[in-house]
T-cell receptor
């Protein structure tokens, strides 16, 4: 079955420290990969996406992610976090590539930035 | 331009009542999606509309759930005879063609007492 796993449900990190949020998926088909952020009581905002091309993608707010096909991973990184990055982060995958559309989400990772 | 809007933002209802949730997609977006976010199940796909094609209803959890999209724009998600397990945040998203980036609305928080 196709699934998305976010290994850490909660990640505390000190302000200005680096952070990595992990995402793995299980599938042998083509994938499109996304990271969304959700601030309290708000909808989902797109951080970045991988559709094709360079495996290192840069997004908003200084975040980046790298697609690793052999490890079926799409980990999200930021070299220096701010208090305002405190939010829940969701990895999402469209399985099957072109013509597919249904987003399958991971369970989310709550990032807490400590002053 | 304006993003995806949803109404109401919050809805409290009694068990057994029917509810209607509304979604206004981004102008020009041909694809529209409904998802549900609940504590136990996380984010789940419910239904997908693309233009005039028949919708993909494969994610609807029961026949109490239905949705329509009028004029290729506004969509309404209807839940009949609500149950407590229907309590969740219902998110709407829209995109240009399918497989393009989905843009999400703020959601409707449904509480069934």
């Amino acid at each position: 079955a196709q699934s998305v796993t976010q290994l850490d449900s909660q990640v505390p990190v000190f302000e200005e420290a680096p952070v990595e949020l992990r995402c793995n998926y299980s599938s042998s088909v083509s994938v499109y990969l996304f990271w969304y952020v959700q601030y309290p009581n708000q909808g989902l905002q797109l951080l970045l996406k991988y559709l094709s091309g360079s495996t290192l993608v840069k997004g908003i707010n200084g975040f980046e992610a790298e697609f690793n096909k052999s490890q079926t991973s799409f980990h999200l990184r930021k070299p220096s976090v701010h208090i305002s990055d405190t939010a829940e982060y969701f990895c999402a995958v469209v399985f099957g590539g072109a013509g597919s559309y249904q987003l399958t989400f991971g369970k989310g990772t709550k990032l807490s930035v400590i002053p | 331009g304006a993003g995806v809007s949803q109404s109401p933002s919050n809805k409290v209802t009694e068990k057994g009542k029917d509810v209607e949730l509304r979604c206004d997609p981004i102008s020009g977006h041909t694809a529209l999606y409904w998802y549900r976010q609940s504590l136990g199940q996380g984010l789940e796909f419910l239904i997908y509309f693309q233009g005039n094609s028949a919708p993909d209803k494969s994610g609807l959890p029961s026949d109490r759930f239905s949705a329509e999209r009028t004029g290729g724009s506004v969509s309404t998600l209807t839940i009949q005879r609500t149950q407590q397990e229907d309590s969740a945040v219902y998110l709407c998203a829209s995109s240009l063609p399918a497989t393009d980036t989905q843009y999400f609305g703020p959601g409707t928080r449904l509480t069934v007492l």
